[in-house]
């Protein structure tokens, strides 16, 4: 049974490029969280997404940052027009059910922009 | 505002002691899930322990355990009999309403040092 599978797991991109991250979560799970981390700081929520929906996105930056968790394949965040301030280690964690004694973490991607 | 709290921000311990990690959190619902969270330098983050807020005995899990003390809103870890390999990040993180469809968020997080 795989775990929850973030890839690329390294991603380095230009500034104004798009950086696009993946996440598949554990067989069964529907519910998808992405955080954000930067250097020496703890995890900062970013988006809590169900089959379809966004739950909640009170955590994402209002402009270039967007997530989707699609009925059939991974979930996506996508940033466009990266800046240098994006760089940071992206976390993805999925749950079977909302309320979940257990949040199952990605091995998350590191973001390099230059 | 900020919900969790870890005050301590590096601690050390010497090999096969006991410590303590704090955290306090802030939270006006009834039903809440608490959790502890372990990051060593390789990055993943790796899960310790869970405590609902209606569960009456304090979480254990090996050589972990939960200090949990609902009227002063803490719930802080006990790592029992300390290992080098216990030298990490730790975070605290909850869940708001355990019926409700709300995010986990998370400390600042305690770097812990295991000295030899």
């Known amino acids: 049974n795989a775990g929850v599978m973030q890839n690329p797991r390294h991603l380095v991109r230009r500034r104004g490029q798009e950086a696009r991250l993946r996440c598949s979560p554990m067989?069964?799970?529907?519910?998808v969280y992405w955080y954000r981390q930067l250097p020496e700081e703890g995890l900062k929520f970013m988006v809590y997404l169900q089959k379809e929906n966004i739950i909640d996105e009170s955590g994402m930056p209002k402009e270039r940052f967007s997530a989707e968790f699609p009925k059939e394949g991974p979930s996506i965040l996508r940033i466009q027009q990266v800046v240098r301030g994006d760089s940071a280690a992206y976390f993805c964690?999925?749950?079977?059910?909302?309320?979940?004694?257990?949040?199952?973490f990605g091995s998350g991607t590191q973001l390099s922009v230059l | 505002a900020q919900k969790i709290t870890q005050t301590q921000p590096g601690m050390f311990v010497q090999e096969k002691e006991a410590v303590t990690l704090d955290c306090t959190y802030d939270?006006?619902?009834?039903?809440?899930?608490l959790f502890w969270y372990k990051q060593p330098s390789s990055g993943e983050m790796i899960f310790l322990i869970y405590q609902g807020s209606y569960d009456e005995q304090n979480a254990t899990e090996g050589r972990y355990s939960l200090n949990f003390q609902k009227a002063r809103k803490s719930a802080n870890l006990v790592i029992s009999a300390s290992q080098l390999g216990d030298s990490a990040m730790y975070f605290c993180?909850?869940?708001?309403?355990?019926?409700?469809?709300?995010?986990?968020?998370f400390g600042p997080g305690t770097s812990l040092s295991v000295i030899p």
């Open positions: 939270t006006s619902d009834q039903s809440y899930g």
């Open positions: 067989k069964g799970h529907s519910h």
């Open positions: 993180a909850m869940r708001e309403g355990q019926t409700s469809y709300d995010k986990v968020i």
């Open positions: 964690a999925s749950s079977p059910f909302a309320t979940n004694e257990k949040l199952f």
